[in-house]
């Protein structure tokens, strides 16, 4: 899943997420610091509703690269597992990232 997220993919609305907030550290192809964590605010970019991980979304899966991501319950966005929004929905950009750091091996500061 995370080497797919690297393959640009045409049916993301803004795959390189320059027109998303996310720290520098997030500028990549997985928006995260280390490619095996994914830290989002889980708010929907459309009018803030809580999209849900699915890995199970045939709709979803059949439309990306790499197999899972997010859907919001409300109006339908979907977001890869990076969190950037797929083409054609009302969502209007990626999921946002906050600010955060690794304190240790399996501690996360958010803020
Ligand atoms: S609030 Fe998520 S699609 Fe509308």
Known sequence: MVRALRWPDPELVDP??????QPASC??????????LFVAIGICTHLGCTPTLRLDDAALNAELH???G???PCHGSRYDLA???VKNVP???NLEIPDYAFTGASTLRIG
């Not at 390189?16 to 907030?21: G, P, T």
């Open 66 to 68: 790499a197999p899972g």
């Open 83 to 85: 969190g950037r929004v």
């Open 27 to 36: 500028a990549n192809p997985t928006r995260s610091e280390r490619a095996d």
């Open 91 to 93: 969502a209007p950009t």
């Open 16 to 21: 390189q997420s320059k027109r998303s907030e």
């Open 70 to 72: 997010f859907v919001c």
